[in-house]
């Protein structure tokens, strides 16, 4: 007897059957002829169709829901030819082709069957169609083929993303960061663009596929918007090497601050590779006078440098000129002290400028490379007497001999008593209550003027800048502030305070507002300053005159873990209340007011 069903339970029955998700096929589904009714099918699935007649076209189709790379294998009948055309949906809706791949019969296939590869390619997330069709009537088969999508997710900002064949499409990428990519056929262009906020050192290291051969390409924006090319480099294959990749290295480039971007692309004529390549680019900000700023290459764009202070440069290429200019402020004496790297050849000139303006030279040396493989060399040019006036330095490659991008150390010894600092920074002036302390500081290589010619006396400190200059003084009595760990996310590889952070962390000199967070840009309080002077005192063995007595209106506010350090600080006369009594403990401190705590420390103490 037959059980009747109601009325609700048919309903439920309908509505699962409704609801219940459309599988993905594992093999053809036909009617596939048209991309309306093509197969929807999984990646990383085998799937399993034939052309059942030499007209037949199968369309599959599938989705990524993330940027990645796929790779199409196809197995087809060793007595077939086929066509394979990839798509992917526009922005419009429609199709766009971006492979075509022609598989020929293969009647010497042992099994019946052989087995074809296209290209690996970095797609963006979105739908993809394939569509399989025969070749050639003469060479039909309508045996079954295998298709299979290999596919692997790339969500992070770590891989290269199509499509960025052109500059207006570049992938924005992060310095000292180290990017994976390929080029998907050997028309294929890659760009990529970073920004520089501060001028400094730049290398690109590109690991390559060892059967592969590439151009690289530099360039930087130019005021009008358009790229200026830095450097081309090419890179052959390599059969030799054992790891099947092969990391090259770039000349080290000083380039200001601003917009900058690479192009990957394929050496004409030569191998051409699928595989994975790897970039970075090597940065390290060089904000401060100390370093060459570039583009120095010509005497009317020459370095403004100081006397008795050591700035740091190098040759990028063979044909690169670093010019420098220096100011007497009367008849001295002056001396060109050169530390160049062992491997270098240089040639060093010192020019006056005449009445006419047109440079004369005074001293012409040439410095041979060393026999050691590595370490620097210390030359010295003759002492002249010189009138007060402006005169030129150029450090060039010596002709016809062997180049290196090692920085060198140029050093303009003289006994003009202008001093150091005072003569380059516009808005520090004799008379400013500051003065003495900014040229200590400056001349003792602690302070960087935030420009070329400017020193921001006015400008907050912040608790980077504070510790930087803790770290360069560590560095005069011997201390080695490279090598430390770093655990704050907000304190990236290659900045000019990354190192000193991670030194002084690990000395446990300073610490952040948890583990992960430093406060790389935040501004110092008196208070902090109080206490890292003293910790840092500790550490060096220096001993304070903390014997003095003095009270504070606003103790009460200074923060306890600070108590003691502000009383120290101030006893020892490192740092001084305001006028109405209070020490101010939460108050920001300006780069004026630490120049002069730490002249107040170098004179008394170190």
Request: proline letters at 3%.
């Amino acid at each position: 007897m037959m059980k009747k069903i109601g009325l609700t339970t048919v309903l439920c029955m309908l509505l699962l059957l409704w609801t219940i998700p459309t599988a993905l096929a594992a093999s053809e589904r036909e009617p596939n002829d048209s991309s309306g009714t093509a197969t929807a099918i999984e990646v990383n699935t085998e799937v399993t169709g034939n052309l059942s007649e030499s007209s037949d076209k199968d369309y599959y189709r599938f989705t990524l829901t993330q940027p990645g790379t796929i790779q199409v294998r196809f197995e087809q009948p060793a007595s077939g030819s086929s066509y394979l055309h990839l798509y992917e949906v526009d922005a419009g809706g429609g199709l766009s082709e971006f492979d075509s791949v022609t598989y020929s019969s293969n009647s010497s296939a042992p099994t019946g069957s052989f087995t074809q590869t296209t290209n690996r390619y970095r797609v963006p997330a979105g739908e993809y169609y394939i569509l399989l069709e025969n070749r050639s009537v003469a060479n039909f088969s309508s045996a079954d083929y295998t298709l299979y999508i290999n596919y692997t997710a790339e969500p992070g900002d770590e891989y290269e993303k199509e499509y960025n064949d052109t500059s207006s499409t570049a992938n924005q990428i992060a310095t000292n960061t180290t990017i994976t990519g390929n080029l998907s056929n050997s028309s294929d262009k890659d760009y990529y663009t970073f920004a520089l906020t501060e001028p400094g050192c730049i290398q690109v290291i590109f690991e390559q596929p060892a059967n592969g051969a590439y151009y690289v390409w530099l360039y930087e924006v130019n005021a009008a918007g358009s790229l200026d090319e830095i450097f081309s480099t090419s890179y052959l294959a390599s059969g030799s090497s054992p790891t099947g990749s092969f990391s090259q290295a770039s000349n080290r480039y000083r380039v200001p601050a601003g917009t900058y971007y690479v192009l990957i692309e394929h050496r004409a004529y030569s191998d051409f590779s699928n595989d994975d390549y790897t970039l970075t680019v090597n940065y390290t900000a060089e904000p401060g006078k100390g370093y060459e700023k570039e583009y120095n290459d010509a005497s009317s764009t020459a370095n403004q440098i100081d006397i008795n202070t050591p700035i740091v440069g190098n040759l990028s290429d063979s044909s690169d000129k670093d010019y420098f200019k220096f100011t007497l402020s009367q008849t001295a004496e002056a001396q060109v002290k050169f530390e160049q790297p062992v491997d270098g050849n240089y040639t060093v000139r010192l020019y006056e400028v005449s009445a006419g303006g047109s440079l004369n030279q005074i001293e012409s040396s040439t410095y041979a490379a060393e026999s050691a493989s590595t370490g620097t060399v210390v030359r010295t040019g003759e002492a002249h007497s010189l009138a007060g006036g402006e005169y030129y330095v150029l450090v060039e490659q010596r002709t016809y001999y062997a180049h290196s991008d090692e920085d060198y150390t140029l050093t303009i010894l003289s006994d003009d008593p202008s001093g150091v600092s005072s003569s380059t920074y516009t808005d520090v002036n004799p008379g400013d209550w500051f003065y003495d302390a900014v040229e200590l500081v400056t001349a003792q290589g602690l302070f960087s003027g935030t420009s070329d010619t400017e020193f921001s006396p006015n400008t907050n400190m912040t608790r980077a800048m504070f510790v930087t200059v803790l770290g360069r003084l560590a560095e005069q009595s011997g201390e080695t502030v490279t090598g430390y760990s770093n655990t704050f996310t907000d304190v990236p590889a290659g900045q000019w305070y990354s190192d000193y952070v991670s030194w002084a962390a690990a000395k446990e000199l300073v610490e952040g507002y948890d583990q992960s967070t430093f406060g790389t840009g935040d501004n110092i309080t008196r208070e902090q300053m109080a206490v890292l002077m003293i910790r840092f005192s500790d550490y060096m063995d220096i001993e304070l005159n903390t014997s003095g007595t003095v009270r504070f209106t606003d103790m009460a506010s200074v923060s306890d873990w600070a108590r003691d350090g502000v009383l120290d600080a101030a006893s020892a006369g490192l740092i001084n209340g305001h006028e109405d009594g209070s020490f101010g403990p939460k108050d920001t401190a300006t780069r004026a007011q630490v120049a002069t705590v730490f002249m107040n420390f170098l004179n008394n103490y170190f």
